[in-house]
């Protein structure tokens, strides 16, 4: 079928993938390699979720986004490196040489006792070794669980001990802009809890100060030395897993979404081809950190997997200055550039000039992912960066589908502002009311399902398949629930309008309030504590936390000061408050439970329209809770 290059090309491809999925994906994945083909295309569904796809098969990741490129374009530019550093040339890597360093990883692996099915935990900043890493995973069939660098210990140590990963690879030290980021320190700490881990692998990138454990620890770069560039890739079964990332929801721990092999890789390929567009010659970027699944899907796997070039970038977008993105994009000379709305409100609050002093004259295409967007910011992205002649691809989708589900394809889907548009072939979005009745005929509005399994979907919860089936299958049986409400216009486009549950969405970061909350519980003066997002003019939500002290509290500012010590311990400074509201009460219902839909308004000043407060336990609170509003 190839790639879609035109608007009758998508409605072929969608029809026919509505009519006969077996067909269609059978149809794509024949473009990739595998040692052995599969028995049947899908089996399973939303009822027993048992899914599979492409079962009987034997194929290997890393043998596609490497060996099959060898041939033809082996000494084609795989990876361009762009350091923290701006005086630093960029370094490259050609797809013969990220082979080799990707082989040698994995004999590195393999000496030191990493196994097929085993797990390894990447806790790194964006150095070249984590794109390797994962690859080099993937190569022998070990499974990658990376932690963002951001994560502290208590939240790396809990990832962990959850897949139980016997191998940590982590750097001295990570630089984001003029800070050094202690990976090691952090992972020292993190490790005191976590016996499963028998050996870490240290990149050496800040020269840092850093303790040592004999037998356990290891320099990567001495083991990389006397590595063989030849390791031959594993024939892995369709459903082998393929990785664990970890993601907050409404209630509990993080949960380790588990990704397979066959599916997986079909759906990242076909969605980075069809979104993107990327031609040949063409450099893509996108800006996000490997520690999230859009780093996974979109900067690593469905670039390599196409045989593009994918720019992959060590800092952070204001640093040395704001104009470092445009300054990348000149130097580099970027064609299609992938970030989140966060960055992008971030830098249109910034002085113009960083981008005026900028051609740009390279871009063709726009991304944005991971949190609405709004129509000022998708605005200024459009005149400023894309000079009004960049489409825009406006991607919804989540750690659980794997890749792109909802989105423009550059070039072939009229744009609407701050609308993902249309479903991708293979996604069959419903939306539904409170009751899960669908909601039919446009325009419509309700919560975002999925009515039916596409390639890339999760398979499961790691270590706990009940839960999977809780989160998303039981609250519509039989229909996939996103956790989003959406609406639909006239001709079918889909607006995301954001979560519906309890997860918060902070610069694009999913944060459950529920994680929030038992981070600000454990103070010793924090008797009760409720969380809520609140509208954020950069980084889309903020976090508003309301606590109710035993004493009261001296000095707010010392208690909210402690508060966030504690979340940057227990979670990472992306979660910490930016308001705390110290109270007597929280509006409860009969059943002692917290009304956060008062809060919510409350948080965003939405006082005249709070709705019915009468058939709350404490009505009264409502008015403290106004009058005490930060
Ligand atoms: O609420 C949606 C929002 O991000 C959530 C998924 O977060 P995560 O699993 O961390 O993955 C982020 C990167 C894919 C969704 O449930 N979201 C993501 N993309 C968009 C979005 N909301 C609106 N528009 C988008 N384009």
């Not at 089996?43 to 194929?59: A, R």
């Not at 490196?81 to 994995?106: G, I, Q």
């Not at 397979?260 to 031609?279: C, I, L, P």
């Not at 796997?301 to 640093?319: A, D, I, K, Q, R």
Request: aromatic share 10%; proline share 5%; net charge negative.
């Amino acid at each position: 079928m190839g790639r879609i290059t035109n608007k009758n090309e998508y409605t072929e491809h969608y029809n026919l993938s509505m009519k006969d999925g077996d067909a269609y994906w059978g149809k794509i994945a024949e473009e990739l390699h595998w040692f052995k083909k599969w028995d049947s295309v899908q089996s399973g569904n939303f009822d027993d979720l048992n899914l599979k796809w492409f079962e009987g098969s034997k194929t290997n990741m890393s043998y596609n986004c490497l060996d099959r490129h060898l041939e033809k374009n082996g000494d084609k530019v795989a990876v361009i490196y762009e350091d923290n550093d701006p005086s630093v040339k960029a370094r490259t890597f050609t797809y013969k040489e990220l082979h080799a360093e990707v082989c040698k990883m994995a004999n590195v692996m393999k000496e030191r006792g990493v196994k097929k099915g085993d797990r390894v935990c990447f806790y790194m900043s964006m150095v070249p070794e984590l794109l390797i890493g994962v690859l080099a995973c993937t190569r022998i069939g070990a499974i990658h669980s990376v932690v963002f660098g951001g994560f502290s210990a208590n939240a790396l140590s809990g990832r962990i001990q959850d897949s139980e990963c016997s191998m940590l690879i982590t750097n001295d030290g990570g630089y984001r802009g003029n800070k050094i980021i202690p990976l090691k320190d952090i992972a020292d700490e993190a490790l005191e809890s976590c016996p499963s881990i028998e050996n870490v692998l240290v990149v050496k990138r800040t020269d840092s100060d850093i303790k040592w454990k004999e037998g356990r620890d290891h320099w990567l770069g001495e083991l990389m030395e006397k590595a063989s560039t030849e390791c031959e890739a594993e024939q892995l079964d369709a459903e082998d897993p393929l990785f664990i990332l970890y993601t907050s929801g409404s209630t509990g721990k993080p949960k380790g979404l588990l990704h397979t092999t066959a599916g997986y890789m079909t759906y990242a390929y076909h969605t980075f081809r069809n979104v993107f567009q990327v031609e040949e010659d063409d450099i893509y970027w996108c800006t996000a950190d490997i520690g999230w699944i859009t780093g996974h899907t979109y900067i690593t796997y469905g670039p390599l997997l196409n045989g593009s070039t994918t720019v992959m970038f060590e800092g952070v977008p204001t640093w040395p200055d704001a104009g470092r993105f445009w300054d990348i994009c000149d130097k580099l000379k970027v064609t299609h550039f992938y970030t989140a709305p966060t960055a992008i409100r971030a830098l249109e609050a910034c002085d113009i000039e960083y981008v005026n002093k900028h051609s740009l004259s390279t871009l063709k295409v726009l991304g944005s992912v991971g949190e609405p967007i709004n129509e000022e910011a998708w605005s200024w992205y459009n005149k400023n960066i894309g000079k009004e002649k960049c489409p825009i691809v406006d991607t919804w989708w989540q750690t659980e589908t794997g890749g792109i589900m909802i989105s423009p394809l550059a070039g072939i889907t009229d744009l609407i502002p701050a609308h993902a548009t249309l479903p991708l072939p293979g996604v069959e979005p419903l939306l539904v009311d409170s009751e899960g009745t669908p909601v039919e005929g446009n325009p419509a509005e309700g919560n975002l399902c999925m009515n039916r399994p596409w390639p890339g979907i999760a398979r499961t919860i790691w270590g706990d398949h009940e839960r999977y089936k809780q989160t998303y299958f039981s609250t519509y049986p039989g229909k996939y629930f996103t956790g989003d409400g959406a609406r639909r216009d006239e001709k079918g486009n889909y607006r995301i309008t954001g979560r519906v549950d309890d997860v918060m969405n902070i610069s694009g970061h999913r944060i459950g309030t529920a994680e929030v909350e038992d981070a600000l519980n454990e103070h010793p003066n924090v008797v009760e504590s409720a969380v809520v997002g609140f509208p954020h003019n950069i980084k889309g939500q903020g976090i508003y936390a309301y606590v109710i002290c035993q004493n009261a509290p001296e000095n707010e500012e010392v208690l909210q000061k402690e508060l966030n010590e504690i979340i940057n311990k227990m979670i990472g400074p992306i979660a910490k408050p930016d308001k705390v509201q110290v109270t007597s009460g929280l509006p409860k219902t009969r059943s002692g439970k917290i009304m956060r839909r008062i809060l919510r308004k409350i948080a965003a000043n939405e006082t005249d329209s709070l709705g019915d407060t009468s058939t709350l336990l404490n009505p009264e609170i409502v008015d403290t809770l106004m009058a005490g509003k930060k």
